[in-house]
Every structure is written in C-alpha cells, then in structure tokens.
C-alpha cells in the first residue's frame, strides 16, 4: 500500500467503514510506516478534541433573542422600497469600495469617490456659468 492511499483511507478507518481485507492491508502499512501511523495518532486526535468540543453545550449571550427579534421588527418587509438615504449610503459605500483611496502627501488619504464627486460639482457650477452667461448674451440681443 502508498503512503497516498493510506492516508485516504484513515478517515474511513476511524469511523469503522473499511472491510476487512482493507483494515488488514492498512494495518500492515501502518505497522512498518511511521508517517502514516503519525498521521493516525494526530488525526485520532483531533478527531477526539472535535467529538469533544461537539458535546459541549452552547448558550447564546444574554438578550440574543431580544436583539434579533428587535433587528428583524426593524428590518423593512421583502420588496418593500428603500429609503433614497440608504440606497445612497450603499451606492457611496460600494463605490466606496470599488474605487478606494488615493493617497495623499502627509499619508492621508482621500476617496476617489470624492473626487469625483468635486469634479461633477465644478462641472455643474461651469455648466451653469455657461448656461447663465448665454443666457445674458441672448437677452442683451433682442
Ligand atoms: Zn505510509
């Protein structure tokens, strides 16, 4: 038997599932192979530590039950609309993500979603400049 098929078969070995022909093949690997009887005593370890912590018992903290009832009352009903603030928090935040941060001299860094937010907003302040002094070139004309 290869150390490789030993090893796959370990498992199997622990929890009784192997026939008889299968126990007495790997025995017999395992009796002159010292890595795969390693490999044995140290997952038959941390299998026992697994069955261990599987029977300790565990109690949610204090309140658990309050607090994911209070959250789910909290929670707007399944294709119920969202309100505008918070799909503009997420839509900040996911670009937020998308698009990190630059940074800065000094080591702070900036959003790159601000920037474009400035950049949108100068646009618009030019647009309208344009649009007003258009405007004013058109009045004086008439
Ligand atoms: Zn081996």
């Not at 044995?40 to 309050?66: Q, V, Y």
């Not at 009352?73 to 941060?101: C, F, K, M, W």
């Not at 937010?117 to 618009?124: F, M, N, S, T, Y």
Request: glycine residues 12%.
């Amino acid at each position: 038997m290869e150390c490789t098929h030993c090893h796959g078969q370990l498992n199997r070995y622990i929890d009784g599932e192997l026939g008889y022909v299968e126990v007495a093949e790997l025995q017999q690997h395992l009796g002159f192979c010292p890595d795969c009887a390693a490999e044995l005593r140290e997952l038959s370890a941390l299998r026992g530590t697994l069955a261990a912590w599987g029977g300790t018992a565990l109690a949610p903290s204090p309140g658990f039950a309050e607090r994911v009832m209070a959250g789910l009352a909290a929670e707007p009903a399944p294709g119920s609309p969202r309100p505008l603030g918070q799909v503009v928090d997420e839509t900040l935040d996911t670009l937020d993500r998308a698009l990190g941060h630059l940074p800065l001299p000094g080591g702070r860094r900036i959003p790159v979603k601000n920037l474009i937010g400035w950049a949108l907003a100068v646009i618009a302040l030019v647009e309208a400049g344009r649009r007003r002094g258009r405007r004013e070139r058109e009045a004086r004309s008439w």
